[in-house]
T-cell receptor
């Protein structure tokens, strides 16, 4: 069975601090996708990144970076120099490689950035 | 156009009402999805349509009835709902190219916030 665990329920940091959101996943599939989504208070799910299971390169996009480690089944997300606008719920998610399949979400981490 | 559009944004309905949620995309995606998200919980899949055919029904009660009239539209018909069905209903779409690393471009709409009174 597939499962995504986000052990951090809530995180609160002061603006400009770096913060890392943890994600651990379980799957029996050898090929799969991993995702991160942001959900601000307005409710929409904002896509941040999708990573194929066979691509373990870390990725950086501006202040965001992702560390994918297949050996530990982890896909952690770091925000550098956090800003108040980063406050949201962040979901890590997993899907298999087949077409039209569901995305399984972790329980989410609520991130609050204090000014 | 890289959006999934959902209407209405908010809906309040009584338990005896019949209403429909609508979802539209013009990205040429051939897979469309309905998810339900309760407060402080992650989204959970309800239905998947692939090439306008229902391919996954996650044991959803029959008071929720999906419909895919064409490749760009997805509806969710609601009838005799219960107050516990109040939630954010999210539509999504993705490319559906079997054998080609599918689920590409998985895009969510902004949702319909449904309240059943």
């Amino acid at each position: 069975a597939q499962k995504v665990t986000q052990a951090q329920t809530e995180i609160s940091v002061v603006e400009k601090e770096d913060v890392t959101l943890d994600c651990v996943y379980e799957t029996r599939d050898t090929t799969y996708y991993l995702f991160w989504y942001k959900q601000p208070p307005s409710g929409e799910l904002v896509f941040l990144i999708r990573r194929n299971s066979f691509d373990e390169q870390n990725e950086i996009s501006g202040r965001y970076s992702w560390n994918f480690q297949k050996s530990t089944s982890s896909f952690n997300f770091t925000i550098t120099a956090s800003q108040v606008v980063d406050s949201a719920v962040y979901f890590c998610a997993l899907s298999d490689y087949s077409s039209a399949s569901k995305i399984i979400f972790g329980s989410g981490t609520r991130l609050s950035i204090r000014p | 156009d890289t959006e999934v559009t959902q209407t209405p944004k908010h809906l309040v309905m009584g338990m005896t009402n019949k209403k429909s949620l609508k979802c539209e995309q013009h990205m040429g995606h051939r897979a469309m999805y309905w998810y339900k998200q309760k407060a402080k919980k992650p989204p959970e899949l309800m239905f998947v349509y692939s090439y306008e055919k229902l391919s996954i029904n996650e044991s959803v009660p029959s008071r929720f009835s999906p419909e895919c009239p064409n490749s760009s539209l997805l509806n969710l018909h609601l009838h005799a709902l219960q107050p516990e069905d109040s939630a954010l209903y999210l539509c999504a779409s993705s490319q559906d190219r079997p054998g080609a690393g599918a689920n590409y471009g998985y895009t969510f709409g902004s949702g319909t916030r449904l309240t059943v009174v």
